[in-house]
């Protein structure tokens, strides 16, 4: 399959993953706290973690790449939602949601990074 089709394929599957995923703990977490972004966020560095490591012990999944990491993971976790949801959270002088969100979601990334990375090990 051409590596574009494969992008976009997984992409869109990404794009989808992202919008249920968020959507659903959104919806049973609630709160000023942006629950559903933040959460596909950290499970997207998991994932990523995960994968890079696999795909580097195994030549079978390497060929997998442009869909899994660029394609699905790509269209899975969008920075440029933290972006916006925390500058609402500053413009809304939500302090301490902002805070929590900024830092929480850059730390715990990348712990998620090096978790997937020790758990593929």
């Excluded at 997998?64 to 976790?77: A, E, K, M």
């Excluded at 440029?80 to 959270?89: C, N």
Aim: proline share 2%; hydrophobic share 60%.
């Amino acid at each position: 399959m051409l590596i574009w089709l494969q992008v976009a394929l997984g992409g869109a599957l990404g794009a989808l993953a992202r919008y249920g995923v968020a959507l659903w703990v959104g919806r049973n977490l609630g709160g000023a706290f942006p629950w559903g972004v933040f959460a596909v966020n950290i499970l997207g560095c998991f994932l990523i973690g995960l994968l890079s490591v696999w795909m580097i012990h195994s030549q079978h999944l390497a060929q997998y790449r442009p869909f899994l990491i660029v394609g699905i993971l790509g269209g899975f976790t969008t920075f440029s939602s933290f972006g916006l949801e925390a500058f609402q959270l500053i413009e809304a002088r939500a302090w301490k949601e902002a805070s929590l969100y900024i830092l929480g979601t850059n730390i715990a990334g990348i712990v998620a990074v090096f978790l997937g990375m020790n758990f593929s090990r």
